[in-house]
T-cell receptor, first 109, second 114 residues
Framework: AQRVTQPEKLLSVFKGAPVELKCNYSYSGSPELFWYVQYSRQRLQLLLR??SRESIKGFTADLNKGETSFHLKKPFAQEEDSAMYYCALSNQAGTALIFGKGTTLSVSS | EPEVTQTPSHQVTQMGQEVILRCVPI?????FYWYRQILGQKVEFLVS????????KSEIFDDQFSVERPDGSNFTLKIRSTKLEDSAMYFC????????????FGSGTRLTVV
């Protein structure tokens, strides 16, 4: 079964601290994985996707097939990073995204 | 930057009534989707639409649900006879290609069934 697990509902850090939002997936084959972000009162936005190996707003995510993980990392958190973060996986047919339950990141000064 | 537009932002309806949620996807996008999020739960896939037909639907998308692209710009989700458990935030999304391209989401319609 295809599944995305985000084990933390809430992650609270201080400004300047490193951040790691965990995502594990269950998938047979080569997965396509994404991180989406939802800032307060805003729509869901694509943050990054593993195929483009990009860094957006200082965030990176590395696909680890051995651990079936796609954790989102940032070395120094900023207050404006406070948001809900969703990890998502494209299904086998490539016709839908399967989302995790999301992790709320709270960055305080 | 182009946006996906959803109307209304909030709809209250009585149980058993039909509702139509409207979406205007980005004009050069070819793939369209509906997702929902029940309060406190995860974002769930409902249906994907490409080339004027449904390409995938989830177990949630039963006979009470239908989608339409009536005029080449709007993309609608109809719920024929609403139930209390249909209360949720409904998100429309569109993309240039399959999910690997990344979606652009609308801001959602909050549906409240009373």
């Amino acid at each position: 079964a295809q599944r995305v697990t985000q084990p933390e509902k809430l992650l609270s850090v201080f400004k300047g601290a490193p951040v790691e939002l965990k995502c594990n997936y269950s998938y047979s084959g080569s997965p396509e994985l994404f991180w989406y972000v939802q800032y307060s009162r805003q729509r869901l936005q694509l943050l990054l996707r593993h195929i483009s190996r990009e860094s957006i707003k200082g965030f990176t995510a590395d696909l680890n097939k051995g651990e079936t993980s796609f954790h989102l990392k940032k070395p120094f958190a900023q207050e404006e990073d406070s948001a809900m973060y969703y990890c998502a996986l494209s299904n086998q047919a490539g016709t839908a995204l399967i989302f995790g339950k999301g992790t709320t990141l709270s960055v305080s000064s | 930057e182009p946006e996906v537009t959803q109307t209304p932002s909030h709809q209250v309806t009585q149980m058993g009534q039909e509702v139509i949620l409207r979406c205007v996807p980005i004009s050069n996008h070819l793939y369209f989707y509906w997702y929902r999020q029940i309060l406190g739960q995860k974002v769930e896939f409902l249906v994907s639409f490409y080339n004027n037909e449904i390409s995938e639907k989830s177990e949630i998308f039963d006979d009470q649900f239908s989608v339409e692209r009536p005029d080449g710009s709007n993309f609608t989700l109809k719920i024929r006879s609403t139930k209390l458990e249909d209360s949720a935030m409904y998100f429309c999304a569109s993309s240039r290609g399959p999910p690997g391209y990344g979606y652009t989401f609308g801001s959602g319609t909050r549906l409240t069934v009373v």
